[in-house]
């Protein structure tokens, strides 16, 4: 039975509602008071419905849906705002107007303000928003929460264009940041840019957090002070004042890599951190001390880079029994008739399914949260996972570890289902050029231009010859998918400046929105993990830049990918010789 507004307040004290606790630990104390009660009476549900908001998570720069449910899982969530009846925002409105200023109070107000329709009562409710917000301090040590309730504030403020309450938040902020730790600093920082708040303070913020960086802090601490502070910096002589700041973040790294000799590997990335930041300095601006370190920094991270391969370890796991898979692999090759064996072998073996990959990552979830740097054999750092820009919406580090486990897997498929069968293959059946042709010809997604140099390196893979099949189907493939990408009408070149166009390579072709579409998810997965960089077997730019030895270029990676261009090749074909061979029995059911 559902309980009216005024039934819900009159059952809750009113002066226990509102504490110094967080909104998580609010969260908690409400469904705890809940489920003291009876679970029909009004007192149950009104803390209930205070629970549900506290839990809510707020992002204070997404205007659209600002709350995100706390734990989704299974197909459920906790409440969302649009989840409460309006007995429930009928409550919070009785009861926002008895408390205090609070965290709680803000976010029922809030809540009103999401859900109001009628844009007299959604000002109010603005305005009042503001007004909560603005009474609560954020010293000394202010929680994400808190700060992304400033931000959402911040932004109601500007986009009612509450110029009393966009004063009052800056002074609030500036409080906490003038007289804060520094960590406060910085994140206060971070909320008034996010919230475009500079207003004539923008010199004073860079400064501040200038000075704080030359405390006693830690390295990472220093140098996110000092990464904002250049944020901060603005006008035409921005460059020349963040220069300073930008030598300093060299110069933490440059001392944290001297302090890591225990370390060379940890030595090598903080080297490369200083290499980054003193090359961010316009040369113009540089002191002589940058220009010296630019000119050394390279040779120090190959040394670094060199001696950290000494300290790697390797880790091994138990070993596994191929030999079923082996044993299946070539009683298919002994199949009688050719097309059918082939058909047999590629659907024992299909593809790894994009969703697949992203649950295989989900089983090292610890690793993916680590962040992890790519070294190859020659010392070079290829990939951090620190890096923010995501891959078809996965993070790096997860996406890193999904390419890590299809790459075990394509060394599984490769040793014990790929090279056993295609030895058998090719001593019972006596391919030509010209067989390979044929396979090719009923291929869409080979352009006809290069059909021939397509079943060209088929061939070359099918003896055994996998280097040579490599180095013509690594770039023949980038051709595929160009073909594939401009007959959807997706626009591949870049027009530069000067008016002349460029092809770009495989990776950033795949890195186009339409990939996916054009290509199907599990076949762009596939070639991005073999194919693409920078890390995974990164065949196409390996192959096209000469990075490849002799061991590799007729590895795994490199069978996997013959193997993976026979399987597009020979489906479509197939398909075209079943379908003539359903129509040849149809002629003859015609002709009896």
């Known amino acids: 039975m559902t309980k009216t507004a005024r039934e819900m307040f009159a059952a809750i004290d009113v002066d226990a509602i509102v504490g110094d606790d967080t909104l998580i630990d609010a969260h908690s104390r409400f469904q705890a008071l809940a489920d003291d009660l009876d679970s029909e009476s009004a007192g149950a549900h009104a803390y209930r419905s205070l629970s549900a908001i506290a839990g809510m998570m707020l992002d204070g720069s997404d205007w659209d849906s600002p709350y995100t449910p706390l734990m989704s899982l299974g197909g459920k969530r906790t409440a969302l705002p649009d989840d409460l009846d309006n ?49 609560l301090s954020l010293l000394p040590d202010p929680d994400d929460q808190l700060m992304q309730m400033w ?22 902020a500036l409080e906490a940041f003038r007289g804060g730790k520094p960590i406060a600093a910085w994140h206060v920082a971070q909320a008034m840019r996010r919230a475009r708040y500079f207003n004539g303070h923008s010199a004073e913020i860079a400064d501040r957090l200038d000075a704080l960086a030359s405390a006693e802090l830690t390295a990472h601490a220093k140098v996110q002070l000092l990464e904002e502070s250049i944020r901060w910096r603005r006008g035409n002589d921005a460059d020349a004042l963040a220069a300073p700041s930008r030598e300093a973040i060299g110069d933490t790294w440059w001392q944290e890599a001297k302090r890591r000799r225990d370390s060379s590997l940890v030595a090598r990335n903080f080297l490369g951190n200083a290499y980054s930041s003193y090359r961010e300095v316009p040369r113009h601006l540089r002191s002589e001390r940058t220009r010296k370190r630019v000119r050394k920094l390279p040779r120090l991270i190959r040394v670094a880079g060199e001696r950290a391969l000494g300290e790697m370890q390797k880790v091994r796991s138990g070993p596994i029994d191929l030999s079923p898979i082996v044993e299946q692999a070539e009683a298919i090759a002994n199949d009688t008739d050719l097309i059918r064996g082939l058909a047999r072998w590629f659907s024992a073996a299909p593809l790894q399914t994009f969703e697949d990959a992203l649950q295989s990552s989900n089983q090292t979830g610890l690793l993916n949260i680590v962040p992890s740097s790519t070294i190859t054999d020659d010392a070079r750092k290829v990939h951090s996972t620190d890096e923010d820009r995501l891959r078809s919406g996965v993070d790096p ?4 570890q999904m390419v890590k486990n299809h790459s075990l897997h394509v060394a599984a498929i490769a040793t014990a289902h790929i090279r056993p069968a295609v030895m058998q293959f090719s001593t019972n059946y006596r391919l030509d050029i010209r067989d390979f042709e044929v396979i090719v010809s009923a291929s869409g997604f080979v352009p006809a231009d290069r059909k021939s140099l397509y079943a060209r390196g088929l061939h070359h893979g099918y003896y055994g010859r996998v ?18 990408l401009q007959a959807s009408g997706v626009e591949t070149r870049n027009l530069k400046t000067n008016d002349t166009e460029m092809e770009p390579g495989l990776s950033a072709l795949m890195e186009l929105p339409e990939a996916n579409e054009v290509l199907g998810e599990d076949l762009a997965w596939n070639i991005r993990a073999l194919f693409c960089g920078p890390t995974g077997p990164n065949l196409r730019n390996r192959v096209a830049h000469g990075l490849l030895d002799e061991a590799e270029s007729g590895g795994d990676a490199a069978l996997y990918a013959w193997w993976m261009a026979f399987l597009l090749a020979f489906t479509p074909y197939y398909h075209a010789v079943r379908a003539e061979s359903t129509d040849d029995v149809d002629r003859m059911d015609d002709e009896s």
């Open 87 to 135: 007995e429930a925002l009928e409550f919070f409105g009785l009861l926002l107007e008895e408390v205090p200023p609070s965290v709680l109070a803000a976010r029922m107000c809030d809540i009103l303000l999401v859900r109001e329709s009628d844009r007299g009562r959604r000002f109010s409710l603005a305005k009042q928003h503001a007004e909560i917000v603005a009474a």
């Open 151 to 172: 931000i959402r504030a911040a932004e109601i403020a500007g986009r009612y264009r509450l110029n009393d309450g966009v004063q009052a938040l800056t002074a609030r």
């Open 397 to 400: 580090s997860r996406w890193a």
């Open 467 to 484: 280097t040579e099949s490599l180095f013509i189907l690594a770039p023949t493939i980038e051709a595929c998918v160009r073909g594939a």
